[in-house]
């Protein structure tokens, strides 16, 4: 296990690597270059300046969070396949790079989904939260409006606003895409990237979809074990791997999360572990990383992922805005270093137990 942080760039994170540097068992950070937007190609000599950027604080790039994927090459449109030969050249340059584990999504429209990016918590912390009962009232315009008003001035990952600005547009383009075209489609996304992922060794680590139930009416195809299993099986290549995102697959209660994990030997690359609170069915908010201040066992969790010998990063996922800090929604730098520092010490006692025996 690699202990990482996601890091947006010097230009865009309110988090130092310095800072990060200084979290106990930091070693690497989870980056991207968040100011190219999805479809266009990375260049090389933008991933060399951040890698070398990294490397100068003394830690490593881990892996990449997120190449954007076009809804063109989602939708299944005839100009998917230019995009998709943009998406080959930037990973052709990562791999030149030595970067060798991109973790993407397949969500139409949204990334993932918050109704409220401040709910205040009875100890006076902030956290990310969602009532569907609020998404049902409301049309994807205006829920995109406010979200983009409640973001701290910060840009999100997945609303970008050069995509979202043209929500009805995107709206139409998907008004006949099935679940089944949705899968179909990521499928041929995957199969035509296979050479170059093959030639530099590089993991693509799907994230799952958050909410996992449709949102909208978009069609959301990641949701659980069955549809990850299902996803390995269509492509069985040594490319096509997961992120195990505790947060996004909880987000269903109904989903086992370590039997998730205990499903997909070997093809889990990546993971976030974090915690949510469930109230009820559609209502959640999230929590702090020690597990008595949610509904998930982050303990069963972290030993799952030792069991079937995960040797991947693992972040800290989204935190809790506390101590006064201002950053962006789920990305502050004090919350997630408790929650490093919480996992590191799940992964010691696992590690300390086994050896006992």
Known sequence: ???????????????????????????GVITTLYDIPAGEKWPLDK?????????????????????????DIKIGLPSRDKYIQNYIESLENLGKCGIDMVCYNFMPVFDWTRTDLAKERPDGSTVMAYDQAKVDAIDPQTFFDTTTTNSNGFVMPGWEPERLGHVKELFDAYKDVSSEKLFDNLVYFLKAIGPVCEKYGIKMAIHPDDPSWPVFGLPRIITGKDALVKLMKAVDKPYNGVTFCAGSLGTNPKNDLPAIIRALPGRIYFAHVRNLHHFAPGLFEEAAHLSSDGSFDLYEICRALDEIGFD?????????????????????????????TYINGL???????????
């Open 1 to 27: 296990m690699k202990m990482t942080m996601r890091w947006y760039g010097s230009q865009f994170d309110t988090v130092t690597l310095q800072q990060i540097k200084q979290i106990p068992g930091m070693t």
């Open 47 to 71: 991933i060399q300046a951040i890698k070398a950027e990294v490397e100068a604080a003394g830690l490593k790039i881990e892996g990449i969070e997120s190449v954007n994927v076009h809804d």
């Open 312 to 340: 991947g990063p693992v972040r800290p996922d989204h935190g809790r805005m506390i101590w006064g800090e201002k950053a962006m929604p789920g990305y502050g730098l004090y919350d997630r270093a408790l929650g490093a």
């Open 347 to 357: 992964f010691e006692a696992i590690e300390k137990s086994k050896k006992s025996k």
